[in-house]
């Protein structure tokens, strides 16, 4: 078992519950955790190719080309796994540029779909490389919606953040984001160290290994074993 | 019925200065290079584009076309960022209004149903409507709800690139995913499609299910044959992207 195998786990336990939804994960863990999702818990999940299919586990079963997602996200029956250039203590999520938007230091790719997603469905974070410079305390552009900003957004639900280090929510009422486990072989302070602001960590647990089972899918499903490139 | 064809160099020659031009596809995927190109080689200059952004970004930023961008994202899909963008934008050499794809979409639905904005939840919460001070907000009469009133997206012109077309502007994308196309000639008062090859209409029928006829005559202005005229980017089935003329775009960007 490696470090990339329980971030597929955790990837896949964030879409527990999730029933018939659309499953959006971004990036190969959240991909392999989508899919490992779909053959244990939750077998109803619909995956999309990336391209304009939507891909059953015996091949296509529909078709999903960009104006039918935006159907889909306006409709909130999805569940999107995004990466995040930079990502705060409320969830907000960056992935439009660094620095001052009129003259950024970086241009990143722009906000994407993420102002929607976030204000019509739930969405999660995928972080391979966990660090200060990711988790800061105020994203330089709010690109996906974070607990503060979402006063006036009925369908908001920024569920948690998945980093190669471990596993993050939002507790109600405050909504400030909390250290829920560390995957095995991680220290707390490992994760403060790495993170620019506070965490609370009161009821820091250790995530779950994958179970046998869960392994031998995830060789089946990844083969060649990409997903240890994290 | 009028025959449009054309040559790209005649589509170029109908954009003026600081005119917005639509451009269809999506990321490197079935962009209309060829007629990107004529632009490129025209004297034209102080455009405001709107795209689901690929390299035909990076490249009239590069030679200075550009004064203002509406975007949701530009990418190369295969290479997430495209250096000719970024050092247009780090250097702040163009104007920006950076939107939620969705509102892009919304704000060319209101532009094609000739209305003045329509509503969208996206943005909302976002640094979108910081950013674009004009964006406003409207109350829902019927509950109270808040949203956004994502104003109309109106285009002088729009250039798309389909598979096939026949002379009088009847097009047919024969991949998997139509993009915008349709909505960007339904948003431009001066629509122009290329395509990989002009066919009789009897051929166009013929060529695939009667869904996959994105464009009829009454949304197309101008038609013009340009074989290849998608490359680099996509244009399936007739051809995937080349990669490695893409390569070569970035590796000369980037120095």
Known sequence: MSRADVCVTACADLFTGDGEVLASPMGPIPLLGAKLARATTEPDLLLSDGQAYLLGAEGVEGWLPYRKVFDVVAHGSRHVVMGANQIDRFGNQNISCIGEHARPTRQLLGVRGAPGNTANHKTSYWVPRHSKRVFVSDVDVVSGVGYNNAAELRFHHVHRVVSNLGVFDFPAPEHRMRLLSVHPGVTVQEVLDNTGFDLDTSGTGLTREPTERELALIEQLDPQRSREKL | MRDKTMTAAEVAAQVADG?????????????????????????????????????????????????????????????????????????????????????????????????????????????????????????????????????????????????????????????????????????????????????PTAELIAGGPPQSLLTNRLMVDGVVEAPGGAGFTSCVPDYERDESAQRRYYEAAIS
């Open chain 2, 19 to 199: 005119m917005t031009v639509g451009i269809g596809g999506w990321g490197s995927r079935r962009k209309p290079m060829a007629l990107v190109q004529a632009l490129l080689d025209s004297p034209v200059r102080g455009l405001t584009v709107v795209s689901y952004g690929g390299p035909e970004v990076g490249m009239l930023c590069a030679a200075g076309k550009v004064a203002e961008l509406v975007y949701g994202f530009v990418s190369l899909d295969t290479i997430p960022y495209d250096p000719n963008f970024q050092r247009a934008r780090q250097s702040g050499q163009i104007a920006v209004r950076e939107l939620d794809e969705g509102m892009l979409h919304c704000g060319l639905q209101a532009a094609a149903h000739r209305l003045p904005f329509l509503p969208i939840r996206a943005g909302l919460g976002s640094d979108v409507l910081r950013l674009n001070p004009g964006l406003k907000t409207i109350r829902s009469p019927y509950g109270g709800e808040e949203l956004v009133a994502m104003p109309a997206l109106e285009l002088d012109v729009a250039l798309i690139h389909l598979n096939r077309a026949d002379r009088h502007g009847n097009g047919q994308y024969l991949g998997p995913d139509p993009y915008f196309d349709d909505l960007f000639c339904l948003a431009a008062k001066r629509r122009f499609l290329s395509c990989e090859r002009i066919v």
